[in-house]
């Protein structure tokens, strides 16, 4: 009777509230071992990625390997961990000592950029899964006009800045939620970044990886190492006859022309404008920051505690109607709004600093561009650009010394090879 009593005083809680928990869409947390079944997997594809492109010469056996890549780090993976991504990781650590960097994450940032080093961007080639996603939709690239390639290659370093901004500062890690591709690897996500990623996909069925090229951020530091690469991809084995075909084959723009012609007048003006630019580099580093450092309150507000300090705010002076459900959760907690305005306001200081160093870094990237196409260097054939190839193989079965050279090693006519064959 006694306990009869007591349960009637005080009943069971009720757990069943009717609340439906939304459906996660990134991928939990994996067990260490096969973390490192993920590392072995990214060490040997880039391993195989760079023997097929730089020993064998083979576009079929790199597209072979781009499909099992799409398949595995794609969506077998979730894109995730990702190469792309990993420098967010990094700039965290880097910035906060309270972060532990993950091994695999650690390993997924390096291994790249140490093959980038050696064999150039193997990575790009047939590994990243998101390269390989606007790969399988090329259709037909269009050229892109140069002076159009060298103003839109400047964005994926101003992408890189901002994204380490607010990484650094435990913001948000925007590559990875600004990702297009992510979502059609979880089968899952929201309807803007949908129709996003739909679009850089059709995009990409006339222009050739435009993601890549024009904003991601890691392809920005392959961009940066590829040039120092101890062995590269070369259009031709041997010997280059100016047949041009290797640069209509590319739908990348990475094969650049002869400019003995006008290379002389060339270098006379590259000459001048680049007086200038040494002249007005410091100009130019101090007018970043100064915007940098103005544009602060604005790049704050994607700061989920400014965010909600902002929304508190507004909530409690009247100036908006009804909650949100991070207002919500915030006032459930019971915790005093002015706490929230006081961790909001030094947030807001670090990025004072931050916005300042991520304006200088624009300034230096605008200047360092224009050094770059202010340099002409003096090519008698055509060559690759080693920033900007990605290993595709294209070139490969385009280039007749090159048939001619597979030919010959099978003991074969270069007769027997048709124009239009792929690879070996």
């Known amino acids: 009777m006694g306990v009869a009593l007591a349960a009637e005083n005080f009943p069971p809680p009720e757990f069943t509230t009717g609340y439906q928990f939304p459906k996660a869409t990134e991928p939990g947390p994996r067990d260490a071992s096969l973390s490192l079944v993920d590392a072995a997997v990214l060490l040997t594809a880039l391993s195989l990625a760079a023997y097929f492109a730089l020993r064998r010469r083979s576009r079929r056996e790199l597209a072979i390997l781009s499909v099992f890549c799409l398949l595995y780090l794609g969506f077998y993976r979730h894109g995730c961990v990702c190469a792309v991504g990993s420098f967010q990781n990094v700039a965290l650590a880097v910035a906060d000592p309270g972060y532990v960097l993950p091994v695999v994450v650690g390993a997924f940032f390096v291994l790249p950029l140490l093959f980038a080093l050696f064999f150039g961007r193997v990575f790009c080639s047939a590994v990243c899964p998101l390269g390989q996603a606007q790969e399988v939709v090329l259709l037909r690239a269009v050229k892109v006009p140069r002076w159009v390639d060298q103003a839109l290659g400047v964005l994926p370093f101003l992408y890189l800045g901002v994204a380490v901004l607010y990484a650094a500062l435990g913001s948000a890690f925007v590559v990875c939620r600004y990702d297009p591709f992510v979502l059609f690897f979880r089968l899952g996500g929201n309807l803007e970044m949908l129709i996003f990623g739909v679009a850089v996909l059709l995009l990409a ?29 070369r259009t031709t084995p041997t010997e280059c006859v100016n047949c041009h075909l290797c640069a209509d084959a590319c739908p990348y723009g990475a094969i650049q022309p002869p400019n ?18 040494v002249a007005a580099f410091p100009l130019i580093l101090a007018a970043g920051g100064f915007l940098g450092w103005q544009s602060a309150p604005v790049l704050a507000k994607l700061d989920p ?12 002076h009247g100036r908006v109607k009804g909650k949100t459900e991070a207002s919500e959760a915030f006032a459930t907690q019971g915790t005093p709004s002015a706490d929230l305005y006081r961790e909001a306001a030094k947030i807001r200081k670090r990025f004072d600093g931050g916005s300042l160093l991520l304006g200088v870094w624009v300034g230096l990237v605008i200047v360092l561009r224009m050094i770059s196409l202010s340099v002409r260097r003096r090519r008698e054939a055509y060559q690759v650009d080693p920033g900007a190839c990605v290993a595709c193989g294209r070139c490969f079965s385009a280039c007749p010394v090159g048939r001619s050279v597979i030919a010959e090693a099978e003991g074969a006519s270069i007769s027997a090879l048709t124009p239009g064959e792929e690879g070996r």
Do not use: H, K, M, Q
């Open 305 to 316: 505690t400014i965010s909600l300090a902002n929304r508190v705010w507004l909530e409690e």
């Open 205 to 233: 069925t006339v222009v050739g990886r435009p993601y890549c090229r024009f904003l991601c951020p890691y392809g920005a530091l392959l961009r940066l190492i590829a040039p120092f690469a101890r062995w590269r991809v």
């Open 260 to 277: 003995v012609t006008d290379a002389r007048i060339g270098r006379l003006e590259g000459r001048s404008r680049l007086a200038w630019l």
